[in-house]
């Protein structure tokens, strides 16, 4: 492999002016696509398989014209100190404000709360709910902004409104700023790597680029795929990550063949023959990831996976093509001041044995076994609390108090009880029934005599007269185990229910129920995807290294920094340690989707690093270094890069831990926490470590296997043996310097 690409980076350095117009003509094809493309219609949050999604088609067949997922607004009346709800002037206000929201267009239904006495027992606190026939996404500026009048009409007559729902939920930008910032932060970090503004800026130009070519496909691919505009958040992400990650290995190594004394071209060329044939197997192992997340049986996770997998596939052609045609257009200005002058004092430099990375290295050499004691024993303990992991999806109770659905949740709670706010749905079908609404009543009466049911609303039919739903009120908050545990009851005493019906069934979602379906369906997806990511992953890196136990401790080292990572986001977001420091208002369930979230990116991006620079220590140790000079040794070149790449990536995913939903910030910080245990204490630590133990070992292969498989040549050695570096400067024949020095790591 490394010779075919050799090949192609030689050729894509030649005919750069070829190649870039190429891409150029790529992103136009694609935009006119993008702008000719019908929209892509919502399909919403999806679920198969599970009771909740059963009970939400149910309502959507036998209910038609009144969607389950339509908007709503739940608004919620407080009256001023002293006075009552009912009183004249309030009571007026309310109902006004109720029959000016029913005469827009797109309202279903805007429900007196007099009328369904929603009002509480102390008449402080009553709400109105109003229903619309579209969904949130789909509803116009006017509609929103005729709400909107009538609430402020209310607030103006002294009563405190405040708004739930979705219908008028604020969007939060979680995109724009961090993204910003992240770019920022990693234009930074690469000027101080390379030295070289023009050689910080080709990463960053590339993987933009790349982004950019991905999501205008996506968006021309949009209505024939389904993807929504949610799809494409996932692959801007990893497109941004991986794109700024590849072309950084490719100019880094790029630069240390220049260093070598070879032309521009021969140096692209073996830029991208080794360090290229690195990110594409790096990048297979993202794809497997992203691809794998159809395991879960999620449609709205597949389609994120593999649009996230193709971003991913884009920029590693941009990096094999149009970095090294980049590299064509600069071929000197990309290396520091120091590297282009043929001064005593680069020389100098260039005699230097070690650098930051070869002494750690050397270090880590000399004591393997505390380093290794120490980074297993502090991410176990940091894995710990995943042991009291609680999964759901955060609600209003997590936002900020500064948002009116915080305000309007805990104004229901304070007047209704804390289980108003996470009612269970219950959809009956009596079709079949020789007498429906008896059947009904049955069901309504049983589940309301469950312990740890305040009461059960009236039963709502269909115009057909054969489907009902109704909602029963826990006495408990929707986070509270003991709401989960009453949802479990319903469930397992259903058999029994239904047995004194004439065949009625039921089913049951809300809120609660559905964070519990949501929950169980992840967790028992986890596994599963664990084993096929990782077994794909070990299979592929068998192939690049060509060794048995490298890959097992490739992937043993990723479970313990997704463990720790996952442990400490339970500690934070669920115990609340160090909950203030990151603005979080209130703890509860950790995000059902974080876990396959951090498997599925974290996996990618440790891959990425686990193969740069684990493959340059095999290239040494092929080249006949033994196994801790080679451990220095691919120290030297990588370390500094590996870092660099791995504070990128903390750097863009710290940026969401400024936003103002508890939901992101958990994402933000569990994915920048995780790349800073896999790179700073697994790859950088216990590799080295690990590695040095294992000695010639490491690199054992069975002679059996070692015919049968492929020999891929990832370290270029093929290229070495057929077109040798020339003499650098300052040392004789080309010899490192550092190659005797690491001899003596016996």
């Not at 496909?217 to 949610?230: C, E, H, Q, R, V």
Request: glycine share 10%.
């Amino acid at each position: 492999m490394a010779t075919v690409l050799y090949h192609l980076g030689r050729v894509a350095f030649r005919w750069r002016w070829f190649v870039a117009l190429f891409w150029v003509a790529v992103l136009a094809a694609v935009g006119f696509a993008a702008a000719k493309a019908p929209a892509a219609a919502d399909e919403g949050f999806t679920m198969p398989g599970i009771e909740s999604q059963k009970a939400f088609d149910l309502l959507e067949q036998r209910f038609p014209g009144s969607s389950a997922d339509g908007a709503s607004a739940r608004i919620v009346f407080v009256a001023p100190s002293g006075e009552r709800i009912t009183a004249g002037e309030n009571k007026a206000a309310i109902e006004k404000l109720v029959s000016t929201a029913g005469e827009d267009s797109q309202v279903a239904s805007a429900v007196n709360p007099f009328q369904a006495q929603a009002v509480s027992k102390d008449a402080s606190t009553a709400y109105a709910t109003v229903t619309f026939k579209e969904k949130a996404a789909d509803l116009t500026d006017a509609s929103k902004k005729h709400l909107e009048s009538a609430i402020d009409t209310a607030r103006k007559a002294g009563l405190t409104v405040e708004v739930g729902g979705d219908a008028l939920a604020a969007k939060t930008a979680a995109g724009g700023a961090s993204e910003g910032i992240g770019i920022a932060i990693a234009a930074v970090v690469l000027v101080i790597t390379f030295g070289s503004l023009t050689a910080a800026g080709l990463p960053l130009l590339t993987a933009i680029f790349g982004v950019a070519v991905s999501m205008v496909a996506i968006k021309a691919l949009s209505s024939t795929f389904g993807l929504s505009d949610t799809t494409g958040t996932l692959a801007t992400m990893l497109g941004l990550a991986c794109g700024i990650d590849y072309a950084l290995f490719v100019v880094s190594r790029y630069r240390e063949e220049r260093a070598k004394g070879r032309d521009a071209r021969e140096a692209a060329g073996h830029a991208v023959g080794t360090a290229g044939s690195s990110v594409v197997f790096a990048g297979l192992t993202v794809v497997i990831a992203l691809a794998g997340l159809s395991v879960v049986g999620i449609p709205t996770l597949t389609k994120m996976g593999l649009a996230a997998a193709g971003a991913v596939v884009g920029a590693v052609l941009i990096c094999l093509t149009l970095v090294p045609a980049l590299l064509g257009f600069w071929p000197n200005v990309v290396q520091s001041r120091s590297e282009r002058r043929w001064t005593k004092r680069a020389q100098k430099k260039r005699l230097k044995p070690h650098n930051m990375g070869s002494r750690w290295a050397k270090l880590v050499v000399r004591h393997p076994l505390p380093v290794l004691l120490l980074g297993v024993v502090g991410l176990g303990a940091l894995a710990l609390p995943v042991a009291s992991l609680e999964l759901g999806m955060p609600g209003d109770e997590a936002k900020p108090t500064s948002t009116t659905e915080r305000r309007a949740y805990d104004d229901l709670a304070k007047g209704f009880g804390p289980g108003f706010n996470g009612p269970l749905t219950v959809v009956v079908d009596a079709k079949g029934t020789k007498d429906p609404k008896a059947a009904v009543s049955t069901i309504s009466q049983e589940i309301g005599a469950t312990d740890g049911v305040v009461s059960v609303s009236p039963a709502r039919f269909n115009q057909v007269g054969d489907t009902a739903v109704f909602s029963v009120t826990p006495s408990t908050s929707p986070t509270d185990q003991k709401t989960k545990d009453l949802v479990t009851t319903i469930r397992d005493e259903r058999s029994g229910v239904e047995s004194k019906t004439d065949g009625a069934t039921f089913e049951v979602t809300g809120t609660t129920a559905l964070n519990i379906d949501v929950a169980g369906k992840v967790q028992a997806a986890l596994v599963p995807y664990l084993i096929v990511v990782v077994g794909l992953a070990i299979v592929l890196l068998l192939l690049v290294f060509r060794s048995l136990l490298v890959p097992v401790k490739a992937a043993v080292g990723f479970l313990l920094s997704v463990l720790a990572a996952l442990g400490t986001v339970v500690l934070v977001f669920q115990q609340g340690h160090g909950a203030d420091l990151l603005g979080v208002e209130s703890t509860g369930p950790i995000m059902s989707m974080m876990p396959i979230f951090l498997v599925g990116i974290v996996f990618g991006l440790a891959m990425d690093y686990e193969v740069f620079l684990v493959s340059r220590i095999r290239e040494s140790y092929v080249h006949g270094d033994i196994p801790g000079g080679a451990v220095v040794r691919g120290f030297k070149p990588s370390a500094r890069v590996v870092v660099a790449a791995a504070l990128i990536m903390m750097a863009v995913f710290a940026g969401f831990i400024g936003a103002g939903e508890s939901m992101i910030k958990m994402i933000g910080f569990g994915l920048a926490i995780a790349v800073l245990f896999d790179a700073f204490v697994v790859r950088m630590a216990l590799v080295p470590a690990v590695l040095s133990l294992l000695g010639d070992k490491a690199w054992y292969l069975p002679r059996w296997l070692d015919k049968v498989m492929p020999n891929i040549d990832v370290e270029g050695e093929k290229l070495s043996e057929r077109m040798p570096a020339p003499a650098g400067p300052g040392t004789a024949e080309g010899a490192d310097p550092e190659h005797s020095e690491a001899a003596s790591l016996r």
